[in-house]
């Protein structure tokens, strides 16, 4: 009995080859089992790195798409902001023609013109900031520099002249005739509209400005045809403009000019009256002039007087829009009166 329970625990050795086959069957199926497995991992992080890689190459190449776009966006945006400001600006020159304290209106104009000058940097061919700066260095040279400094007041009105010109050299036959002669100029300005009145009409007032201060310089004093030809072109465009401004120009040019120099003394008065028609008045810079040149040109000491007077007796709020203009004419026509015994 004891053999026969040895026998049964111990196989016998065909079965336990057949054993040992098994196992190292089943070892290597285990074994091809884990090849395989480690082969597939590997294959599905070799499809998944690659398309990774695609993936990041398709992501990399739109933002590379974007980059341009980013950029066009901000270009615009700035565009957008730099442009809005026009509006702003023209509000703000409104809000600067209505103070009547001459103080306030000094500080904030050179400081509101080196902003106009930032925003033309940010937008050279912007014609609405170039002709706010051709009108604020002109208010600035006629209200503030001129009665303390010709020097200064010749480059802030040259200042305004030349941003003037940059609006007006838009035109390629004005640029092309600037510097020709003058009847080449003058055709040059048939090719303008009326939309271009206020542009040639600054311009053409700095210019003046620059000339009537700068007498003793024949170079200058050769131009002055040339703002007189843009003024007849305001006149017969829109002769109402800036409150008959082209005519107030006009008369001073003409009551400026001596007769031996080709002056016209009542053509002088006839613009004057006309330009005191358009404007009932209102606008004292008129009378300003009117007394400055003509009367003083023809020695009419009693017509120098009494425009002076009624500058003097005249409401600052006469002309709302235009307070800042009627308090520079009281403040010159002072300065004149002072100068009474000079000039009589």
Known sequence: MGLDLWKRKIPSFPATVKLALRIENDATMIAADSVRCVFETHTFFAIFTRHLAVLQSDIMKRLLLLIPVAFVMQGCLQSLAVRSMA?????????????????????????????????????????KFLLFATQGYNAYGLGFAEDDSIERARVFYLRARDYGLRILEKNAAFKE???????????????????????????????????????????ALADISRASAMMEFVLHNDSTYYYGGAYLILGAIEGTTPQMLGGKPDKAKDYFEKCLAINGGKFLLTDLYYAETYAVQVQNQELFESLLKKID????????????????????????????????
């Open 177 to 219: 005739a600037l510097n020709r002669d003058i009847a080449t100029f003058t055709r040059s300005l048939q090719s303008f509209s009326k939309e271009d009145v206020p542009a040639i009409f600054w311009t053409a007032s700095s210019w003046f400005s620059y000339i009537n201060i700068s007498r003793t310089d024949i170079s």
């Open 87 to 127: 509006d702003i600006m023209d509000y703000g020159f409104q809000a600067f023609n209505e103070e009547s304290d001459l103080q306030i209106a000094q500080e904030a104009l050179a400081s509101n013109l080196k902003l106009v000058e930032a925003l033309i940097k940010a937008d050279p061919g912007n014609e």
């Open 313 to 344: 007796d005249a409401s600052i709020d006469v002309l709302p829009e235009a307070r800042l203009a009627n308090a520079i004419a009281k403040h010159k026509a002072k300065l004149l009166r002072s100068k009474m015994s000079d000039l009589f």
